[in-house]
C-alpha cells in the first residue's frame, strides 16, 4: 500500500482493474516508459524480452516463439545477444516494445516513449508503433506532448488538462485551426503545421487545415497552380 485516493473505474474488456491483480492485468496490458533503461532486467536484448513471459510461466518452448516473434515485430533480431545498455536510444526504445509484445497483450501503453529520443530513435518508435496499429495487433494509447507525432500518426485524442477531457476526437478535428486559440490558452502543445494554417487563413481569408509539413507542402503547392480548363470532349 502507497496511500492516496482511488476513483473512478477502469475496465479492460471485461476486467474491472479495481478487482484484479498486478500479475492478471500484466497479461492484457503492456507498459512501456519514457526511459527505456527502467524497463531492463535482463543482460542481453533476449533475456529482456523472455522475461515478461518466464514470470507467467509460460512453457519454454512458447517462450521461444514469442522471443523470435518480437524481435522480429520490431527490427532488432540482429541484436538479440546484445547488451540493452549497449544499443541506441531507438533501439533501446524498441527492445522495450519488444519485451511488452512477448507478453501478448490487447493494450501496448507506452507513456512519452519518444521524449528522451533523437530524431531518428524517435522516427524509429512513431513508425514501428504505426505498423502495429495499422496491423491492428494491439491497441495503442500513447501518451505525448509531442503534438506534429501525435498529428501524424494518431487515430484518435483525448487532450486532458488538469485532469479533465478538454477536447477529443480525431487529429483533424482537435487540431482544426479554430479550436488551436482554446488549446494555446490551456498551454497544451499543437502541430507546427496546423499553426502554419491558421496564421495563413487569418492573413489571406483561407481555409486551409494542415496537419503535417508534408501536407502542407502539398496542399500550399497545388494552390499555386493555375486552374486548368476541362479537356474538350470532342472528336
Same mark, same amino acid.
Not at 18 to 45: K, Y
Not at 92 to 98: D, E, H, L, N
Not at 200 to 209: C, D, K, L, Q, V
Given at each position: ?10 475496465? +479492460? ?7 484484479? $491483480? ?37 512453457? %519454454?518452448?512458447? !517462450? ?23 544499443? $541506441? ?7 522495450? +516494445? /519488444?519485451?511488452? *509484445? ?33 496491423? =491492428?495487433?494491439?491497441? !495503442? +494509447?500513447?501518451?505525448?506532448?509531442? /503534438? ?8 484518435? !485524442?483525448?487532450? *486532458?488538462?488538469? =485532469? ?26 499543437? %502541430?507546427?503545421?496546423?499553426? *502554419?494554417?491558421?496564421? +495563413? ?18 496542399? *500550399? !503547392? ?6 486548368? $480548363?476541362?479537356?474538350? $470532349?470532342? %472528336?
Amino acid at each position: 500500500r502507497t496511500g492516496g485516493t482511488f476513483g473512478g473505474r477502469v475496465l +479492460i474488456g471485461d476486467w474491472d482493474t479495481r478487482r484484479r $491483480s498486478v500479475a492478471e492485468l500484466a497479461t492484457r496490458v503492456g507498459v512501456v516508459f519514457q526511459e527505456p533503461e527502467g524497463n531492463f532486467v535482463g543482460l542481453a536484448v533476449v533475456d529482456e524480452v523472455a522475461f515478461g513471459p518466464e514470470n507467467l510461466a509460460v512453457p %519454454p518452448v512458447e !517462450i521461444a516463439r514469442r522471443v523470435d516473434w518480437a524481435l522480429d515485430r520490431v527490427g532488432m533480431s540482429a541484436h538479440r545477444a546484445a547488451a540493452p545498455t549497449r544499443l $541506441s536510444g531507438g533501439q533501446k526504445q524498441r527492445v522495450a +516494445i /519488444a519485451a511488452a *509484445l512477448a507478453m501478448h497483450p490487447a493494450v501496448l501503453v507506452l507513456d512519452e516513449p519518444t521524449a528522451a529520443l533523437d530524431s531518428v530513435g524517435t522516427a524509429e518508435v512513431l513508425d514501428l508503433l504505426g505498423s502495429l496499429a495499422a496491423a =491492428g495487433e494491439t491497441t !495503442i +494509447i500513447l501518451v505525448s506532448q509531442d /503534438a506534429d507525432a501525435l498529428a501524424a500518426h494518431a487515430g484518435q !485524442i483525448l487532450a *486532458l488538462d488538469a =485532469g479533465q477531457v478538454v477536447a477529443s476526437g480525431t487529429p483533424r478535428q482537435v487540431f482544426a485551426p479554430d479550436r488551436l486559440p482554446e488549446l494555446r490558452q490551456r498551454g497544451l502543445p499543437t %502541430p507546427v503545421a496546423a499553426e *502554419l494554417a491558421a496564421a +495563413i487563413n487569418e492573413r489571406s481569408g483561407t481555409s486551409f487545415a494542415f496537419l503535417t509539413p508534408a501536407e502542407a507542402e502539398r496542399t *500550399l !503547392i497545388a494552390d499555386r497552380q493555375p486552374a486548368t $480548363s476541362p479537356r474538350s $470532349s470532342a %472528336p
